[in-house]
């Protein structure tokens, strides 16, 4: 089988790896041929023609059949089978089938009864063996290993302590240490492990179902691991015991007396403890914070536990309060502290070492998925900082564009233009808006609010008004031809006043527009006798007759 090479993508789901072994035929088999194959001297030869072939069909045939098909591979296979139905016809096979599984359907219940699973559709199975399977399987191996290891750790400490001791069937440990070391110091990590552990993700188990053949032949756990697990237990108790006799062998504590055998059995339980929660820590692929709070709880409660027992007097009644005060010496010691790191590196150092090397020159198909997979990890976090980090350099980048709907799609008219007033446009357009002064500000604000934005409304004019409206259009041509600019100006400025004072009576203008009035008419006031004179002769020789038909139109 190729490894996968370092950085590029495992197998895909079309490689030749992923194709069940054996040449590339099948056998169809309906119920009366079958009949004949399942006799007592036939069957081994179908059993054997069938453990050839790729896929074996059988169709038309009866309860009692499919029952005898999976005996026939139960009995004489070292294999797990499984039968799948939906009816009732196939309550004999489930039952047979090491694992059954019923599917809820359209013809009853009876399968979903007599199965151990059961679900609502076929394509189920999928995920059930590929996923769920493999994670069980995978969880059940770990358990089991670190089951062996923990305890063979703790039981044959014990053992080599019997030789120094003259085999007077003395323990090691503390009573009350022996009591609760399966109970409160190692059993909630491994029992967390085997619920929730994930060496890989769904994803993964689904993309590459050929992982799920280790647990098929056996892998991940048998003779060979279950041998391994002894000797990495032994390896951890005579860690344990040596190094702690060879620190504590002729030496003293710093107040002057020697290590007692309470001492002794207290500093070698730490290290046990210490030891067996960190390698169960190695062997975790999936953190969450509950192995977090099961793994470091359960040494933390060694240093809080066993302290506070040791300074209650009257516990060890049998024992004549022999530990009584022990752990207050012990963890007050620094040849305890550094014992505790010294077996810890001694014990741990060469699995991790080891596990190194053999991902390095010879990685399994699990390896190379779970390094792509952290990979990929890798590189999506890159990907999301990269991205974050080039949103900062460019702010309007992370600005979310609008959606520009045409008008003539949009179901709504906007009348926002319509709605506020005039703004500082003529600033923003200039260039000066950003750096404009606080009297910049304050010129436009007051420009804004004296601009008369309203729209006058349309009233019924007076007798005097038509007759002034009728005569402008002559007053103004005779003045441009007979005074010139000055007295243009002039009549313009006497218009506008007109037509404002008509108007502003029935609009109640604003007290700004009135002041504006009255600076127009003292204008008009200073102007020379002989313009006014000349506005007036204009006015009285071409009026007249227009007058005279704007009353006769009034009345």
Known sequence: MEMIERGESPPQNDDPMMEPPGPPFGIVLNGHSLRHALKEDMELLLLDTASQCKAVICCRVTPLQKKRVVDLVKHHKSAVTLAIGDGANDVGMIKAAHIGIGISGVEGQQAVLASDYSFGQFRYLERLLLVHGRWSYHRMTLFLKYFFYKNFAFAFSQFIFAFFCGFTAQTLYDPTFIAVYNVIYTSLPVIVLGILDQDVTEKSCLKFPTLYIAGQQNKQFNAFIFVLSLIR????????????????????????????????????????????????????NYWNPAIHIVIWGSILSW??????????????????????????????????????????????LPIIAMRVLILQFKPTLLDDVRLWETTKRQKELFDKVKKQ?????????????RLRVPLHVAPWRSSYAFAHEEGFGNLIVSGRYLGASESDVKKERDRRANTWMRRPKAKKSSKFGSLVHASLPAATAVITSSLGKKALDTVEIAVNEEEVLIKGKDDNVDEERERKEDEQESQVEQMDSTDKDAILDTKTSTVPEQSLETEETAM
């Open 233 to 284: 237990g032994i390896a951890v108790a005579f860690t344990v015991f040596f190094v702690l006799f060879g620190i504590v062998y002729l030496n003293v504590y710093e107040e002057g007396y020697e290590w007692d055998y309470q001492s002794f059995s207290y500093a070698a339980s730490g290290a046990l403890v210490i030891i067996v929660n960190l390698q169960i820590a190695l062997d975790t």
């Open 303 to 348: 240093l809080v536990v066993p302290p506070i027992l040791s300074n209650i007097l009257g516990l060890y009644v049998l024992d004549a309060a022999t530990y009584w005060g022990v752990a207050n010496e012990v963890l007050a010691s620094s040849q305890f502290w550094f014992y505790w790191i010294l077996a810890t590196a001694v014990a741990l």
């Open 389 to 401: 980090f080039a949103t900062k350099e460019s702010p309007e980048s992370s600005v979310t564009p």
